[in-house]
């Protein structure tokens, strides 16, 4: 069976036409930006935006987006990420966009109504408060509490750290701890908050290395430092339920780090055309640099890079529309991506010379600003490049336990799992990889323990996908490996 890899013909109409609204309109809006209000100037391209249609392109279209799947959506993200004003004037900027796609998903009626649509509507923006200083990357190290006040309200108390685009916000969208003896990942709950509170206080807006021109705060939101005291939160604006919060937020932020990829891919882009640009007019020595093969070499690695970069999202966007796990690719996109970008403007800034260096180009700016060396750091508030490298030999392991389940006969504490009618014992099975994922642990008890939490996270998903609870059914080889991809 051969490999399709031909775009459908909607999808790139669809990325002409943002193509052509970027270049045309978002880059040459870009410097009015100088000498114009920042409201003047987004309130102009936004409307121009509706009248032609584009306007939050993965909402669905009955709630007035674009109605588009993940592939026409990455096409769309690959052309806005090449301005600075593209995704603001199609209302499909982060953190906004996720958060919208998660109230979208779990909201009440209610919440909808009151919060998701001026969200739609572009009237109001809102944060996702979830990162705190003590817990970094680890989002179970949250210590952030919410504890219900009879059966109206709830109370928070607690602090959190780089609450990106918070100094901007009309609400926020709070992970807190309500039930500290729950499951690891069911500790967590998420609560709708509306700005400007007395108990949601914005201590500062966190400095780093970016270079901030006209607007930042407006245009990237700035990192906020948050202290929360005593702030009270309708039982109404709980998002999703009681214990969901964890979940919600990692799937939140499965689409945001996707879409600071398909950003990237587009800054490097015009980073790239902007070097091309460069030197094919610049001459050293009497000779065009264009000419000069060393820096042939280095274009064609910065396009090749670009190249795998596309393929990988791309990729991502396909198993996304089918419904399949992603998470192996999000986390080796979510690296490589912060890295290829960095190169590219790197790249682009050494072929520009002292210009480059200097801020007569944007190439600095980026560099060091909101898309760039921040999104190579993550700091601390979402997961850094380490981090997710530390979890994709986990998920490599996974596929190789699975392929060892089926083919060896060995077992780890009871009967090695068998094949029956090409179906495995899934209790049986699931049992075995538990205790022998826990098998590198040195203490005993710590590997039993392990071993059995593991166990029961396996048939619990196991129940999920069709089988009993009890025995979690017979699964075949493609269901297993779905559990453990």
Partial sequence: MSIDFEIPAEAKAIRERVRKWVQQECIPAEKELDSKPFDE?????????????LWCPFVPKEYGGMGLGPLANALVQMELGESTLGALSMNTQGPDDASMMTILAHGTD???????KPLLNGDKRICFSMTEKAAGADATGMQTTAVKDGNENYILNGEKWFSSSASVADMALVMAKTDPNAPRHKQYSTFIVELPNSGYRIKRNVKNMAIEGPHADRISGGHSEIEIRDLTVPADNLLGGEGNGFNMGQHRLAYGRLRHGMHNVAKAQRALD????????????????????????????????????????????YKAEKGMDLRQENSIAKVYLAHMVHKVIDTAIQLHGALGFSQDTPLAKWYTQRARRRRRFAIGRDVPGEIKRMSLPDLIRQSILFKKVLTEDRWMRGSPPRMTSGKLNSHA?????????????????????????????????????????????????????VLLA
């Fill in 429 to 481: 099975s699931l049992k075995w990889i538990a205790f022998d994922r826990s098998s590198g642990l040195p203490d005993p008890a710590q590997r039993d323990r392990r071993a059995v939490r593991l166990e029961q996270q396996f048939i619990s998903l196991a129940a999920s996908i069709g089988g009993d609870a009890g025995d979690a059914g017979d699964l075949s080889r493609r269901e297993v490996s």
């Fill in 274 to 317: 902007m070097a091309v640009a460069h030197i094919t007019k610049r001459s050293t020595f009497g000779v065009l640099l264009a000419d000069r093969q060393a820096v042939q070499f280095m274009l064609a690695e910065c396009a090749s890079e670009l190249y795998i970069g596309r393929l990988m999202l791309l990729h991502i966007a």
């Fill in 110 to 116: 209610y919440q909808k109504e009151k919060f998701l």
């Fill in 41 to 53: 100037v987004l309130g102009r391209l936004r409307a121009k935006a509706r009248t032609q249609g």
